[in-house]
Every structure is written in structure tokens, then in C-alpha cells.
């Protein structure tokens, strides 16, 4: 699968490590270079620096091609934006978004993206972990 | 109407002042406690600190019964999700969005943004405008069907000068809708009218032949020394407006 991910933070390093490792075709995204630097040291995807709410750097990276597009940057508002863009003019089947206020997501997942809110994933998981229940997140990172 | 305004910067300053000169009730949403103060200071009590996309903040400005929201801020993504939240959650019936990258504008029209209002945009086309090299501008567009009205100023050059309109051939489905002269008297062209040079034509053409339409008043009159083939002008060019060494 042709993935690209916009935003090469903590999440986004992991998770394009964690596909490149599955033998996926990853393209990581980021304005700044040295964002790079949190992908696994054996990383074997591509690194290209841009701002992913410019079509022109979307075309550029190839996002017409990819079979999904993740935006995990810390902006809501930019997530949801590169988002759109990626599923409504260049077509890519698969759009995912992070948004952390629970609003927003309930808002855009209406309107047909797929959203993550880790705010109130997060926030269920803690709950959980403090009433003793186990959820199928929590269970893998119990210590 | 009841006007809400996300962004306290120049643009969102400038336009709350001209509503609230125009009797209308305005919010601004501001975000920079320091912005928010020179406002009130300013203009009064009309803006609210807080983020324009966060539905708390949106719940105590009224959206709910907001007639419009202008989403001014400097960053596009920002503008363009105020209107969209605006939209799908307070039911706003009229929004206008501002766009630094002129770029923008297609995917906010369809996201479905209203209005979309390229401030960079304008400016280009203005100052593409004062440039030799691209002397028509695109003055309205109608969305939908593919035409526009553009503005071409004819150079001194322009093999057309001392032609009548009717022994211009146009691209098709353009017509000349006034001749301006240098000295911005207006002329409804008939078909004998002369066009002299530095007019300004304002045509009505399709989106795709605007190109064509420029060279129809730009291109130079080959027998002033241009060289035949010169890029851009060269045989290759529709149209018999080509001097016919009358």
C-alpha cells in the first residue's frame, strides 16, 4: 500500500516506521527537516520536506498515487484541511485525520473523513485503566 | 444582520469598522489578547478573545444566530474550517472565507464555501496588470458557466490600433462590450468603432479563449519589424487578425 504521512512527530515517525517496516510504500511529510530525525534509523521510505495544505506539494509527492493519506500534524485545523484536499481533489481512497477536539471530529466525521480523536481515546483509556478494566488498547502496554 | 468576524488582524479590523459604519451589529474573534484590546479600545465593545474554531467560543459569540460569518485570519486552513464548522453546526446561512494562497480558492468553493476572497489573488492580478507582458485582467468570472469578463489594454504596438472592431477577429463566444480611452471615456463599440492604442477593451469571453482574446489586442503588427516567429506571435497564431497590409 502506497501510504503518505503528513507530520513526522512522534506519531507520525512511529507509525510511518511501524508501515515501512510491514513492507509498506511510505512518504513522510513535514515543513521542518529535522523532524526527521525521530524515523527508525532504518527507515526506507521517502522524506520530503512541505506544507501539506499547498496542492502543490501534494502533487508534487505524488498524494494522486497514494492509497492513503494520514495527517498527523499538532493543527487540527491543518490536519482537516490537507485532509480534504488529499480525499476530494486528489482522490485518495483512504483519508485519515487526527483531530484532538472531540467537536471538530464529531463534525468532519460527519462530513465523511476518518477521524481519530486521541483525546477521547485517551482519555477512555485512562478512565479504563483506572477502574481496573482492561480495553483492547490497554492490554498490549500493561505493565 | 448580525455579522461575526474571525480574525482581528488589518483585514478583520478594517472590515468590522466598515459594518459597524454601515449599521450592522459585528463581533470580532481574536485570538492575541493585544489585538482584542486595540479593537475594543478602537471600535468598542465588539470583540471576544478566543479561537473562532473552537465550538465553545462559537457557542458564546452566536453563531446560532449569526447572518454571516468572514473568516479573516492570516492562515487558510483556520478560515477554512471556521466557515465549515460554522456551516455544518450552526447552520450559518452565508459564509466568506479569506485565502492567502490563491491556490485555495477551488477547494474552499468545493468544500462549499460561499465566497471565497483571494486577497493575494487580487493583488497580482492588479499588479499583472501595470506589466507590459500581461496586459488583460480578469475582472468577474461566472461561476458555472465558464465565462468571464476581461479587461486587455491595447499596446501602442498592437497590430490592431486604428482597426474597427469588426475587422478584429475574435475567439469565439467573445464579444467586445466597451472601449475605454486613455482618458476613461467609455464607448459602446459598434462595428465600425476604431480602436486606438493604450484602450482599455472590456470583453466578455470563455474561460479557455482568454488567451486567445489577449493576443487578439496584444499581438504586435508584424510589419513594424517583428520578427516573423518571434515566440508567442509567430505563424502559428489563429485568427486573421494578422495586418493584412492594408
Not at chain 2, 499583472?128 to 485582467?137: G, I, K, R, V
Given at each position: 500500500m502506497k501510504v503518505v504521512i503528513m507530520g513526522c512527530g512522534r506519531v507520525g515517525a512511529m507509525l510511518a516506521s511501524m508501515l515501512d517496516h510491514e513492507g509498506h510504500e511510505v512518504t513522510v511529510l513535514d515543513t521542518r527537516p529535522d523532524a526527521f530525525r525521530r524515523l527508525s534509523a532504518d527507515f526506507s521510505g521517502k522524506r520530503q520536506v512541505g506544507n501539506g495544505i499547498d496542492q502543490d506539494t501534494l502533487a508534487k509527492i505524488g498524494v494522486g498515487d497514494a492509497d492513503a493519506f494520514i495527517a498527523v500534524t499538532q493543527g487540527d485545523n491543518r490536519n482537516v484541511m490537507a485532509t480534504q484536499i488529499a480525499k476530494h481533489l486528489f482522490g485518495v481512497p483512504r483519508a485519515l485525520c487526527r483531530i484532538y477536539d472531540p467537536i471538530r471530529e464529531e463534525i468532519y466525521r460527519g462530513l465523511g473523513l476518518e477521524t481519530i480523536s486521541p483525546t477521547i481515546v485517551g482519555a477512555q483509556l485512562l478512565k479504563d485503566r483506572l477502574e481496573g478494566k482492561a480495553t483492547a488498547g490497554a492490554a498490549e502496554s500493561k505493565s | 444582520m448580525y455579522a461575526i468576524v474571525v480574525g482581528g488582524g488589518k483585514v478583520g479590523y478594517y472590515l468590522?469598522?466598515?459594518?459597524?459604519?454601515?449599521?450592522?451589529?459585528?463581533?470580532?474573534?481574536?485570538?492575541?489578547?493585544?489585538?482584542?484590546?486595540?479593537?475594543?479600545?478602537?471600535?468598542?465593545?465588539?470583540?471576544?478573545?478566543?479561537?473562532?474554531?473552537?465550538?465553545?467560543?462559537?457557542?458564546?459569540?452566536?453563531?446560532?444566530?449569526?447572518?454571516?460569518?468572514?473568516?479573516?485570519?492570516?492562515?487558510d486552513e483556520d478560515n477554512l474550517v471556521s466557515c465549515q464548522v460554522a456551516k455544518t453546526k450552526f447552520d450559518v446561512p452565508r459564509m466568506i472565507a479569506r485565502i492567502n494562497n490563491p491556490k485555495n480558492e477551488s477547494i474552499f468553493r468545493k468544500l462549499g464555501i460561499d465566497t471565497v476572497v483571494s486577497a493575494?489573488?487580487?493583488?497580482?492580478?492588479?499588479?499583472?496588470?501595470?506589466?507590459?507582458?500581461?496586459?488583460?485582467?480578469?475582472?468577474?468570472?461566472?461561476?458555472?458557466?465558464?465565462?468571464?469578463?476581461?479587461?486587455?489594454?491595447?499596446?501602442?504596438?498592437?497590430?490592431?490600433?486604428?482597426?474597427?472592431?469588426?475587422?478584429?477577429?475574435?475567439?469565439?463566444?467573445?464579444?467586445?462590450?466597451?472601449?475605454?480611452?486613455?482618458?476613461?471615456?467609455?464607448?459602446?463599440?459598434?462595428?465600425?468603432?476604431?480602436?486606438?492604442?493604450?484602450?482599455?477593451?472590456?470583453?466578455v469571453t470563455r474561460t479557455e479563449n482568454e488567451d486567445a482574446l489577449r493576443r487578439a489586442f496584444t499581438a504586435p503588427a508584424r510589419h513594424e519589424g517583428a520578427p516573423v516567429g518571434d515566440p508567442g506571435y509567430g505563424p502559428t497564431e489563429p485568427g486573421p487578425y494578422d495586418p493584412a497590409s492594408s
Open positions: - | 468590522a469598522k466598515e459594518l459597524i459604519e454601515g449599521n450592522h451589529e459585528v463581533l470580532v474573534i481574536e485570538k492575541d489578547a493585544s489585538k482584542c484590546e486595540r479593537i475594543a479600545q478602537e471600535l468598542g465593545d465588539i470583540v471576544l478573545k478566543g479561537d473562532g474554531c473552537e465550538a465553545a467560543t462559537m457557542e458564546i459569540a452566536g453563531f446560532g444566530r449569526a447572518d454571516m460569518v468572514i473568516a479573516v485570519t492570516g492562515d493575494t489573488g487580487a493583488i497580482l492580478a492588479q499588479i499583472e496588470q501595470e506589466l507590459p507582458e500581461h496586459p488583460l485582467m480578469r475582472l468577474l468570472t461566472f461561476r458555472g458557466g465558464g465565462l468571464e469578463i476581461v479587461e486587455v489594454k491595447v499596446p501602442p504596438t498592437a497590430s490592431v490600433v486604428g482597426r474597427r472592431v469588426r475587422e478584429i477577429m475574435l475567439p469565439q463566444q467573445s464579444l467586445i462590450v466597451l472601449l475605454v480611452d486613455p482618458g476613461g471615456t467609455p464607448r459602446v463599440p459598434t462595428s465600425d468603432t476604431l480602436v486606438m492604442a493604450e484602450d482599455e477593451i472590456l470583453a
